[in-house]
T-cell receptor, first 111, second 116 residues
Framework: RKEVEQDPGPFNVPEGATVAFNCTYSNSASQSFFWYRQDCRKEPKLLMS???SGNEDGRFTAQLNRASQYISLLIRDSKLSDSATYLCVVLNSGGYQKVTFGIGTKLQVIP | SAVISQKPSRDICQRGTSLTIQCQVDSQVTMMFWYRQQPGQSLTLIATANQGSEATYESGFVIDKFPISRPNLTFSTLTVSNMSPEDSSIYLCSVEIPASGTSKQYFGPGTRLTVT
């Protein structure tokens, strides 16, 4: 089983739609979780951290479910500019910190 | 956050040659990382570079193939040695910034390498 698993998509959604991605992780001791956004031919950029209580940033909501070992990202009122690949990132600490990236979920918002 | 630059942004190299990629950060950071992202793949950590010590390599990556320098807290280089077409990839450096009880990673713009 991969350490971090994501559905690569692509998810094709119309403008204004709500879309959600999940990401599962295998290490129950994982400590920190993030969503990154990567545009085509660009570097990944931090979108938001994922907190145990869930957190919201504008149209974006991130949630963590430790019992089921997954995190989610919800995007409301999708914009064309949301089209990108969304990377799930898990941070483990065991001697030294290890960051593991998922393969990413590709989102295409259609006019 | 941090502002990170990489040079070169892209290069086309012949097999058997070596390329050194530079990474410059606008602030002093303890932890710097080098990643590779092959087409259609996620990011794979090559090594962690701490100033004043040897880099720590991940499984599948060795110092002879990917020598790393970290002469100070704002700069690092990664060399891709004796290149083959399989080394064609995007190479990214990143830094770790402590934040709110955890740490966050910020990435440079990447170096797109094509080996012919």
């Amino acid at each position: 089983r991969k350490e971090v698993e994501q559905d690569p998509g692509p998810f094709n959604v119309p403008e204004g739609a709500t879309v959600a991605f999940n990401c599962t992780y295998s290490n129950s001791a994982s400590q920190s979780f993030f969503w990154y956004r990567q545009d085509c031919r660009k570097e990944p950029k931090l979108l938001m951290s994922v907190y145990s209580s869930g957190n919201e940033d504008g149209r974006f909501t991130a949630q963590l479910n430790r019992a089921s070992q997954y995190i989610s990202l919800l995007i409301r009122d999708s914009k064309l500019s949301d089209s990108a690949t969304y990377l799930c990132v898990v941070l483990n600490s065991g001697g030294y910190q290890k960051v593991t990236f998922g393969i990413g979920t590709k989102l295409q918002v259609i006019p | 956050s941090a502002v990170i630059s990489q040079k070169p942004s892209r290069d086309i190299c012949q097999r058997g040659t070596s390329l050194t990629i530079q990474c410059q950060v606008d602030s002093q950071v303890t932890m710097m990382f080098w990643y590779r992202q092959q087409p259609g793949q996620s990011l794979t950590l090559i090594a962690t570079a701490n100033q004043g010590s040897e880099a720590t390599y991940e499984s599948g990556f060795v110092i002879d193939k990917f020598p790393i320098s970290r002469p100070n807290l704002t700069f690092s280089t990664l060399t891709v040695s004796n290149m083959s077409p399989e080394d064609s990839s995007i190479y990214l450096c990143s830094v770790e910034i402590p934040a709110s009880g955890t740490s966050k990673q910020y990435f440079g713009p990447g170096t797109r390498l094509t080996v012919t």
